[in-house]
């Protein structure tokens, strides 16, 4: 039986209890959902042996070290001090946190928290409800449910689509199309409007829940290889269509908000590009700085024609890289590329 989500209330009074042995007493003095989301506002209070903290908390659930950066950005850009709140942070993540000064508490009793008098640092604490949920994981966020999934975000409309359709745009099996929608209706991204008819529901969640999913599961399984370069310079004058291959990650991020110069080139080709590799003097290297990644799409999309990868999955490769720079980015091609097109299909699906 798949275990029940976590409700915000939940979680609160699991941290709660978690952080109580080292002496901190949470309590919570305002809360601001946002309904359907995994995340809500919440004002609290933290009481410690000096005094306490009155801090705005942001509860996101299901954090990793590829999709924090959107909610560490909201924290540090906020006018209020502000703390995280989530079921569980790793000692990477949380080890991320704290060099970037952004206090936590979690419900394994993981906590990063500064105050005047007060330092308090505990990572590495596991969290059994989260090995249990791993282990449950619904048959959307398997490998061929996420190149589905990575569809239905990057052209909501194709959740209409019949299954023969979605199976060929994804390359994959009519069966596994079945089972995708069934646990994304289950899980609430899906919802059935009468006998034939679908939508998309939170857009953005999904996104979130995805992310993670596609740089652990099936991103890796997707790498043709990674080279080095004489320089990366090549890639402003290059026409990489040319080459049958577009640009992801750094590149199309810096083309897409003219914000970021590119340290990594991401490329995404049907098979690895011999002539680019010809042209540009690309030697294989574990450690090199150009990586090209096998296309897994088949739908057209506008991007294309500028030699690009859809956003979405620019977005993503921006968060695999994780560093101040390509979180900060990613931050922009999220408000200026993505979020309106989801804005625009709630509001046509409502109409």
């Known amino acids: 039986m798949r275990q029940k989500s976590r409700t915000e209330e939940t979680l609160l009074g699991e941290v709660a209890r978690a952080v109580k042995p080292y002496g901190l007493r949470l309590k919570v003095l305002q809360r601001e959902s946002h309904a359907g989301a995994d995340r809500a506002n919440a004002k609290v209070r933290i009481r410690h042996s000096e005094g306490q903290l009155d801090l705005t908390a942001e509860i996101a659930l299901h954090l990793t070290t590829s999709n924090y950066g959107p909610v560490a950005g909201r924290l540090r850009k906020s006018s209020h001090k502000g703390i995280l709140i989530s079921d569980y942070i790793s000692p990477g993540l949380a080890e991320r946190l704290r060099e970037q000064e952004v206090p936590f508490l979690d419900a394994a009793g993981n906590v990063f928290l500064r105050d005047r008098g007060l330092y308090v640092w505990v990572t590495g604490r596991r969290n059994q409800l989260e090995i249990q949920r791993a282990k449950g994981r619904v048959r959307a966020f398997h490998p061929s449910g996420l190149k589905l999934i990575f569809a239905l975000l990057c052209q909501p409309d194709l959740v209409q689509a019949d299954y023969r359709t979605l199976a060929k745009v994804t390359e994959t099996a009519l069966g596994t199309v079945h089972l995708v929608l069934r646990d994304l209706v289950e899980e609430r991204y899906v919802q059935r ?8 529901l939170r857009p953005r969640e999904l996104l979130d829940a995805w992310v993670p999913m596609f740089l652990r599961d099936l ?15 090549w ?10 291959a577009l640009w992801a990650g750094e590149p199309a991020g810096a083309r897409l908000t003219g914000f970021l110069k590119p340290g990594t080139l991401t490329l995404y080709a049907e098979r690895l590009p011999a002539k680019l590799l010809v042209d540009q003097r690309l030697k294989r290297d574990e450690e090199g700085r150009v990586e090209i990644f096998q296309k897994f799409w088949k739908f057209p999309d506008a991007a294309a024609d500028l030699g690009l990868v859809p956003p979405i999955l620019a977005y993503a490769d921006l968060l695999a890289i994780g560093d101040g720079r390509t979180l900060e980015t990613a931050e922009r091609l999220f408000e200026q590329r993505i979020d309106g097109s989801f804005r625009s299909y709630l509001a046509h699906a409502a109409g």
């Open 235 to 244: 890639w402003q004058q290059s026409e990489i269509r040319v080459y049958d």
């Open 193 to 200: 409007i009468g006998r034939t008819r679908r939508a998309l």
């Open 219 to 233: 991103r890796p399984r997707l790498l043709l290889g990674r080279f080095a370069a004489p320089n990366l310079d």
